[in-house]
């Protein structure tokens, strides 16, 4: 995952994090090579359901080409959403109270 996506201020731990999980995917590769005494092609279909499910996850990232980086949390957790979708989404108070007085 580039660092892109993650807030300036926290971006070293969303990197380290990264950097953690790859490794421990690495050690773990080796005893995934075992699982052919079971059935032979399935370290394979193993690779390949998690290909897919982090294929399927990446999708759901915001794109970040020519838009500023995140600074702080908060911007981070706003990073790819606009302002029209979060507004189609909600509904106006005012519509909600004269609604109840009908």
């Known amino acids: 995952v580039s660092s892109e996506i993650y807030p300036t201020v926290v971006r070293s731990i969303g990197i380290g994090a990264n ?7 690495g050690i773990l590769f080796p005893f995934l090579m075992m699982v052919k005494n079971v059935w032979k ?5 193993i690779i390949g ?36 979708r979060s507004k189609s989404f909600s509904i106006p108070l005012d519509y909600i109270s004269k609604q109840s007085d009908v």
């Open 41 to 45: 092609p399935l370290p394979f279909v």
């Open 19 to 25: 950097s953690c999980i790859a490794r421990v995917a």
């Open 49 to 84: 359901v998690v290909t897919i499910a982090a294929r399927l996850t990446v999708v759901t990232l915001p794109e970040t080409h020519h838009k500023p980086l995140p600074q702080t949390i908060e911007e981070g957790e706003n990073f790819g959403t606009t302002k029209e």
